[in-house]
């Protein structure tokens, strides 16, 4: 496994609580389940873990393989955000204050919050993640 974190946590860039759900895996589309889980950008990935212990037990684990490990790991560099905008009939939710990470591998992840502005400060600091690796 690569190493996720640097030591100290000095790569994390935010984190916290958002809904989300996988639309695509593989090219190939799926039907959404969507979940709450404890989010964490760093430079490279939004790592997606069941809840804010699990994230917590990766970081004091000091196992390798086979240590906890962040249920999905979405790569950044190359991807694309997208706002997401609700209701209309082409829209791929109903919900509000959604945003689509696409990988270049095929994986596309709808990320939702209750909350508009800490939404569209996620949006945001995804968005600069991107942009700020080499594909961006
Ligand atoms: O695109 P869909 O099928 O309307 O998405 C809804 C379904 O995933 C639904 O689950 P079931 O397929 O078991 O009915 C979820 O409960 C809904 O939340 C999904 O729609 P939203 O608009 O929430 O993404």
């Known amino acids: 496994w690569p190493k996720l974190l640097d030591d100290g946590d000095m790569c994390v860039l935010k984190e916290g609580p958002m809904y989300r759900t996988k639309i695509t895996e593989n090219g190939k589309k799926l039907r959404k389940n969507w979940a709450s889980s404890h989010v964490v950008l760093t430079e490279l990935f939004l790592l997606l873990f069941r809840d ?56 596309q992840v709808l990320f939702q919050c209750d909350c508009s502005q800490q939404a569209e400060e996620w949006f945001n600091a995804v968005h600069t993640a991107i942009h700020n690796l080499p594909s961006g």
């Not at 000091?62 to 706002?83: K, S, T, W, Y």
Request: proline residues 4%.
């Open 52 to 107: 804010v212990k699990a994230f917590a037990a990766m970081k004091s684990s000091n196992q390798g393989i086979g240590g906890p490990r962040p249920e999905l790991c979405v790569d950044l560099n190359g991807a694309l955000i997208d706002q997401v905008d609700r209701g209309d009939k082409a829209s791929v939710t109903s919900r509000k204050n959604v945003f689509l990470v696409s990988t270049v591998l095929g994986l």
